[in-house]
């Protein structure tokens, strides 16, 4: 079975700090990870996404994330956040063509 | 805008009626997926379906619940005897079954109210 694990449930931020949210899976084979971001009102949407070659991943709006296969982590970073960044970030596993599995999500709140 | 659609957007229900949710996925996309969403809490998978077929159904998922997708285009979700647990997000989201990687494309959700 798949499993995503979100440590930090609630992140509050002044603007310009350094944003880093710890992502977690457990997954028995080969993984495809993804963190998604959910704009208040807004549906979910692709950050960015590792399927395979370089563990460290850029996604939109300045996002990166690394994949350590060692630590089973996927941790969501980026270096100097904006207001329009509060939001609440989801991490998400799948092993292939199969159901995605989702953390519990994590809210951001930056202070301007 | 051709993203995935949802309809309706929310409902309203006495517990015990039944309630049917629509979703239609972008055209080109062969695989649709159920979640199941409540606060605090982050997308639970309900079901998926590679074209016509039901391939995953999730254990927590109880025979209320019934989930179709006749001819492999839109989806309909129902749940009969609506109970006030069942008060939550319902997600719709798709993806192209062709790219092992390709990621999921989620709908605004209809969000049911059970009284």
């Known amino acids: 079975a798949q499993s995503v694990s979100q440590h930090n449930h609630h992140v509050i931020l002044s603007e310009a700090a350094s944003l880093e949210l710890g992502c977690n899976y457990s997954?028995?084979?080969?993984?495809?990870l993804f963190w998604y971001v959910q704009y208040p009102g807004q549906h979910l949407q692709l950050l960015l996404k590792y399927f395979s070659g370089d563990p460290l991943v850029k996604g939109i709006k300045g996002f990166e994330a690394e994949f350590i296969k060692s630590k089973f982590s996927f941790n969501l970073r980026k270096p100097s956040v904006q207001w329009s960044d509060t939001a609440e970030y989801f991490c998400a596993v799948t092993g292939g063509y199969q159901k995605v599995t989702f953390g519990t999500g994590t809210k951001l709140q930056v202070i301007p | 805008d051709t993203g995935v659609s949802q309809d309706p957007r929310h409902k309203i229900t006495k517990r015990g009626q039944n309630v049917t949710f629509r979703c239609d996925p972008i055209s080109e996309h062969n695989r649709l997926y159920w979640y199941r969403q409540t606060l605090g809490q982050g997308p639970e998978f309900l079901t998926y379906?590679?074209?016509?077929?039901?391939?995953?159904k999730s254990r927590l998922l109880s025979d209320r619940f019934s989930a179709e997708r006749p001819k492999g285009s839109f989806s309909t979700l129902e749940i009969q005897r609506t109970e006030q647990g069942d008060s939550a997000m319902y997600l719709c989201?798709?993806?192209?079954?062709?790219?092992?990687?390709?990621?999921?494309?989620f709908g605004n959700g209809t969000r049911l109210t059970v009284t």
């Open positions: 379906f590679q074209n016509e077929a039901q391939l995953e």
């Open positions: 989201a798709s993806r192209q079954g062709t790219t092992v990687n390709s990621p999921l494309h």
């Open positions: 997954y028995g084979g080969t993984v495809n």
